[in-house]
């Protein structure tokens, strides 16, 4: 009995520890040793053996210290993450609360529409807000204000720092975020015994006062679990960025967070350091793992998961 | 949406409105997207003048030819067969692992399962594409010698590490829809002598058939979206990559460039248009775990 049970489980879970082990166990370790390496240019023969310690890391340090575009990198990573969470997690619910009181049919096409920006391929998606955020007049928002009156010759938006820059990418960012916060808000809304929302609405309450007495205090930890979770994947993802920046929509300085870094100073046009890249993924690594961690213990995950009753022995 | 008769109807459409017009520039840009695919000159300026109807461009993307003049030319055919595979690629090897390891973890006891799931969350929330330039170097040195296998082999790699981006996310879903199941038909199994794997394939695979299609499509459009992954391993050229490289090459029409992005778009939109349901169920499922 004792062999079957190990050989059924290897059956079942072996494909998957294989990918976890090829492409997230061995990448980590990859990662941390090159970071000790004076990787260049992905010279391999050369540089793979050649370790120089802390010399990275002292490097990074130096860099967040008196390096002024890695600290435009530091101060640009900041000022995304966190507008952009806060524009996520207060789109979503409000979009979550918004569907909640209207009609089915309504509800699924908002919803629908607001996956859109999740589901459609980051190029596209990307391209669509290159034409909108266009620094020439075919740029939808330059025609918008000049046909206003507002604007008398087109202005290229991406290229105004900071804050030309920064609206770009948060804007294009945010709206993706959103939906997650949505989709997670709206089971939760769901699950929300109607008694006590019939019960309001009986004795007369708005939708305002509803969401503000009722739903939104029983959905703390729905709050928190997208807070912390798209805290975590604003700070490590970067496709709309790096094309935002690769087609010059966006200033490269302004345009760049430390994920990004990361990508382009690892894979990017000119001289590559795989060294430097690799130290600074390290501690890109270091947060997130700490973040997932936290999010696991504040949310008490492990008690979400039943005992399975499938074995008859 | 489950907010009761006693709903007052009047404010509803105030709700409606306002949200429709929150959403109006994500409306807007993909609408001037498509239709600037079929004019002559981008309509991305809002003025009637632009709008030239032509399919011109469509004809141009198909034949390959990304300027009006000049002889530059690509097989965009095999560019989207190539996006093709890494999509179908993705999609085949997140469904069948998660489907082994979503029953298990599902259904069966052993030690260490919920530090396994705990993990596999962990690795969700992980920054997975932090971890690149590791996934880079382990391609470097796994690289074969013999130069008719590279291309094939970019393939092969890019397809295991994009489905890796995956498999946690898939795997919990998986699993949610294994639990669904009640537990009386993996019974009769056991009791029959039948053993774990027989259950699996022939009394749990059926019954799961709607949890297979939503982790098929969305291992699907993973794959098919991606840019980084396919840009720094793949050496042929998707989509995205045509894309990437093509806006800001002088030669470049600009309509043709959105036509070949609405080409892009097609799957997502049909998608969109006929397995709503299951893509809103998907993304919640996947969440709650």
């Known amino acids: ?313 | 949406m489950k907010d009761v008769e006693t709903r007052p109807k009047k404010g509803e459409w105030i709700i409606v409105l306002t949200i429709l017009f929150a959403s109006l520039p994500l409306i807007l840009g993909f609408a001037l997207l498509i239709i600037s695919s079929f004019s002559r000159d981008m309509v991305t300026d809002l003025s009637l003048d632009s709008f030239r109807p032509t399919i011109e461009n469509w004809i141009n993307v198909f034949q390959g030819r990304l300027a009006i003049t000049g002889g530059i030319r690509q097989n965009i055919l095999k560019i989207t067969l190539n996006t093709l595979v890494v999509a179908l690629g993705v999609s085949g090897i997140v469904t069948l692992i998660s489907t082994l390891a979503g029953y298990s973890l599902s259904r069966m006891k052993f030690r260490g399962r919920k530090l396994m799931m705990l993990l596999l969350l962990m690795l969700h929330a992980f920054p997975g594409v932090a971890l690149i330039v590791g996934v880079y170097l382990l391609y470097r040195l796994t690289f074969p010698q013999e130069p008719s296998f590279v291309r094939l082999y970019s393939f092969f790699y890019v397809i295991l590490a994009r489905a890796a981006l995956e498999i946690p996310m898939s795997v919990w879903l998986m699993k949610g829809f294994f639990d669904t199941i009640p537990w009386e038909f993996e019974w009769s199994g056991i009791i029959d002598g039948a053993s774990r794997i027989r259950v699996w394939r022939q009394i749990m695979l059926p019954l799961i058939k709607p949890g297979i299609l939503a982790v098929a499509l969305f291992g699907f459009l993973a794959g098919w979206q991606d840019l980084i992954y396919v840009r720094t391993f793949l050496i042929d050229q998707t989509l995205a990559t045509f894309i990437e490289a093509n806006i800001e090459a002088e030669y470049s029409h600009m309509p043709l460039i959105a036509a070949a992005g609405t080409l892009y778009l097609l799957p997502t939109i049909m998608f969109f248009l006929t397995a709503q349901q299951l893509l809103l169920q998907g993304y919640s499922g996947g969440i709650k775990g």
């Open chain 1, 1 to 313: 009995m004792k062999g079957e049970k190990l050989r059924n489980l290897s059956f079942f879970l072996s494909p998957m520890i294989i990918m976890v082990g090829l492409f997230y166990l061995i990448p980590l370790i990859f990662t941390i040793y090159i970071s000790f390496t004076k990787m260049r240019n992905w010279n391999i023969e050369r540089y793979l053996t050649e370790v120089v310690g802390l010399y990275n890391y002292q490097r990074l340090f130096h860099m967040f210290q008196h390096d002024p575009l890695m600290r435009t990198v530091l101060l640009t990573t900041v000022v995304f993450v966190g507008i952009t969470l806060i524009i996520n997690v207060f789109g979503g619910l409000l979009l979550a609360l918004g569907t909640f009181f209207v009609n089915e049919s309504s509800a699924s096409t908002i919803r629908l529409l607001w996956l859109l920006p999740r589901m459609s391929p980051i190029a596209v998606y990307s391209l669509v807000w290159y034409y909108f955020f266009h620094g020439s007049d075919i740029g939808t928002l330059n025609s918008i204000l000049m046909k206003l009156g507002v604007l008398s010759q087109p202005i290229p938006w991406g290229q105004i720092v900071p804050w030309g820059a920064w609206s770009v990418i948060i804007f294009v960012n945010g709206l993706v975020g959103v939906s997650f916060g949505m989709i997670v808000f709206t089971s939760a809304l769901n699950q929300i015994p109607k008694e006590l929302v019939i019960a309001a609405r009986v004795d007369g309450a708005s939708a305002w006062q509803i969401s503000r007495r009722i739903l939104i205090p029983m959905m703390k930890w729905h709050f928190l679990y997208v807070l912390t979770w798209q805290f975590l994947s604003l700070l490590t993802t970067y496709p709309h960025l790096f094309l935002l920046v690769q087609w010059d929509l966006v200033s490269r300085d302004y345009g760049t967070t430390l994920a990004l870094y990361v990508y382009n100073t690892a894979f990017g046009r000119g001289e590559q350091d795989q060294g430097l890249a690799a130290a600074a993924a390290v501690l890109l690594s270091i947060i997130g793992i700490l973040g997932g961690f936290v999010t696991l213990k504040v949310l008490q995950f492990e008690k979400m998961i039943h005992e399975p009753r499938g074995d008859i022995e």
